[in-house]
Every structure is written in C-alpha cells, then in structure tokens.
C-alpha cells in the first residue's frame, strides 16, 4: 500500500495552498480519508475527515478555511486551505481507513506546509 502526498510549499500568510494524497494498493473497504497535522513536540491532531458517506469533520481551528474533498475513482483525497495563518504550519498526513476482517489504518509520508508572517 502506498499513499503519495503532494502539494506542501511556502507561503505567504492570506494565501492558499491545496494538498493531495493518492492511495494505491488498498485492497478493502475505504471507510474515512482523513488530514492530520502535527508540529515537533506536539501530537499529531485531525485536520479534517471524510466519511464514506460524504460526512466531513474539521477542527475547531480550521473551519471556514480548509475543505475537504475527495476523488473514489482515484482513492485520492484533497485538502483546499484557504487563509493560511503561521499557525498552520506543520507536517501533514493524510490517512485512509479501511475495513476488512479488521480494521486498516494507512498514513502518507507527510508533506510540509509552512506559513510565514
């Protein structure tokens, strides 16, 4: 199983940036496609999810300024984040959930976003 993300850079606070993850190799159930973030010392935390059926969730601190989407065709999922702050900066991984006899947890590779002031 791979996930491939893509699309972390610098910018400038204001502006946009829109992350990618593709997964390959999946071979049960996507039931969530879901963003974490985490920056050193701190713990990793949920960004945004989408659920199979279409549900999103999104923490408190990104809500009005990121969307999640995704693409089942390709089994990729986005991340749009609009109005980057300084404080968004962080690592990012994108993670699948699948479920087969049990339940798969799949994490990307992480990409980097950094927003300066």
């Known amino acids: 199983v791979q996930l491939q993300a893509s699309g972390g850079g610098l910018v400038q606070a204001g502006g946009s940036l829109r992350l990618s993850c593709a997964a390959s190799?999946?071979?049960?159930?996507?039931?969530?496609m879901g963003w974490y973030r985490q920056v050193p010392g701190k713990q990793r935390e949920l960004v945004a999810a989408i659920i199979s059926g279409g549900s999103t969730d999104y923490a408190d601190s990104v809500k009005g300024r990121f969307t999640i989407s995704r693409d089942n065709a390709k089994n990729t999922v986005y991340l749009q984040m609009n109005s980057l702050k300084p404080d968004d900066t962080a690592v990012y991984y994108c993670?699948?959930?699948?479920?087969?006899?049990?339940?798969?947890?799949?994490w990307g590779q992480g990409t980097l976003v950094t927003v300066s002031s």
């Open positions: 993670n699948f959930q699948a479920m087969g006899v049990r339940w798969y947890d799949y």
């Open positions: 190799g999946i071979q049960y159930s996507i039931k969530s």
